[in-house]
């Protein structure tokens, strides 16, 4: 099952996805710049193959559900997303509410 809904942080628009696949859950908050998600993404590959892009994200492990990826630390970023303040350590929150200034 997918599901994919808009919400709000601090006012702005983002939409989150969450993804059912067999034994886990794909969790993803994005806006039009970037994105944060669960574990599943592969930062290595965004950083190193794809670095022309600049892509912006990050990687929360071991959540379960939108909010906790929202409260989570980032434990991993993109090159790309230290150009918006993001920071290892940060909550996906708060990082995602750096795209907004």
Known sequence: ???VEPILLDGHP???ISVEIPKTTLLVVTNDIGYIMCGA??????NEKLADREIVAGRAVGVR???QLLHAPLEK???GSK???WTEGMTGKDALLQLCK
Request: hydrophobic share 55%.
């Open 77 to 79: 970023i993109t090159i």
């Open 1 to 3: 099952m997918m599901n």
């Open 65 to 67: 559900t939108i909010d």
């Open 14 to 16: 983002f939409t989150a």
């Open 83 to 85: 150009a918006y303040g």
């Open 41 to 46: 993404l592969d930062v290595d590959l965004l």
